[in-house]
């Protein structure tokens, strides 16, 4: 995985500031590290798998979970510049996080880009929003500089919140959701690793470039992928009831229910410029994400 072009502009630069990116053996991860390094970005890449990680040009690779306090230290020395995805939902991911800050600070990170939560506050509707809020204040009083992504939810997986029959069921009401394409996280992560400076002590907030109800949202999504898609607004019993058949444990239903509540708050309807500001293009839509796809 060392650079192989010798006179690309792509190539690598030795001497420029190393950008650990973790994640990137998943979506937002790995699209942010295929675009460092088709921009000649020296990176390493940080994963719980060195077999998973991409293969890209001028990509060195570092092993390291989140809550392994010393593999992180060990994989986060040198880096100058970090993105820190958020980890997978677990009962002590706000743990995990707040030691992978402790690690990159005992590192010597100097600045940590971090996909944080739109609405991340300490009573947010939204349980896992709460979790994120506290990794804002690890990072906030770590003494490193820090760039904090708020993203709505991903417009990717509203397909995936629908049974079998295409119907989205939740207590969401008529709220409207700024949900944002992965790819346009990925793009905007992208830029600001390339200018780090530039965006050190901000925060912005990730959004598409209108907020849909779960009602429209159903609508289009059966034009886009060309199969049906309804939404059934449940009370919260219902949405706690309706969810027991996967029999989560308290938190997760609590994160699952709270998903369309804070829907039906208004906590994730502020539609922002940020993507396209940060990027240079508009967001993604309904059609244009899943149009493409087809049914
Ligand atoms: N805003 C939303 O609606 C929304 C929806 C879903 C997820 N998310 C959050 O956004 C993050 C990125 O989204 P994505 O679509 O790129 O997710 P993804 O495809 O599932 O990828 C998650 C990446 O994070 C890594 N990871 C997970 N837990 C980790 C841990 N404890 N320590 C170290 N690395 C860990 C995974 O590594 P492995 O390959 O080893 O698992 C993978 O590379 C997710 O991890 C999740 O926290 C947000």
Not at 69 to 76: R, Y
Not at 254 to 263: E, F, H, L, N, Q
């Amino acid at each position: 995985m060392t650079e192989t072009s010798s006179s690309s502009v792509h190539r690598s630069s030795s001497s420029g500031p190393l950008v650990g990116v973790t994640g990137s053996t998943g979506a937002v991860g790995g699209r942010v590290a295929a675009a460092l390094a088709e921009a000649g970005v020296r990176q390493r890449l940080v994963v719980r798998d060195a077999s998973r990680a991409p293969q890209l040009d001028g990509a060195e690779v570092a092993e390291a979970t989140y809550g392994d306090h010393e593999a992180s230290v060990a994989a986060l020395r040198g880096v100058d510049v970090l993105f820190m995805v958020s980890a997978a939902e677990a009962p002590d991911r706000r743990a995990q996080h707040l030691d992978f800050v402790a690690a990159a600070a005992e590192a010597g990170v100097g600045h940590v880009v971090y996909t944080s939560f739109q609405g991340a506050a300490p009573d947010a509707v939204f349980t896992l929003a709460r979790d994120h809020w506290a990794t804002e204040e690890a990072l906030r009083s770590s003494g490193m500089q820090v760039t904090l992504l708020r993203d709505s939810f991903y417009l990717d997986v509203l397909p995936e919140f629908a049974d079998e029959q295409g119907v989205l069921r939740g207590p969401a009401g008529s709220g409207r959701v700024a949900a944002v394409a992965r790819a346009d996280v990925a793009d905007v992560v992208a830029a600001v690793l390339q200018e780090p400076s530039a965006h050190a002590g901000a925060t912005y907030e990730l959004t598409g470039s209108e907020a849909v109800s779960l009602e429209e949202a159903a609508a289009r999504l059966a034009g886009a992928l060309g199969r049906p898609f309804s939404f059934v607004d449940e009370t919260l019993d219902e949405a706690y009831a309706s969810r027991q058949r996967w029999q989560p444990e308290p938190w997760q239903a609590d994160a699952w229910v709270s998903t369309y509540t804070s829907i039906a708050s208004g906590e994730v309807s502020r539609v922002t410029t940020d993507v396209r500001d940060l990027t240079g293009h508009d967001p993604l839509t309904i059609e244009t994400l899943f149009g493409a796809r087809g049914a």
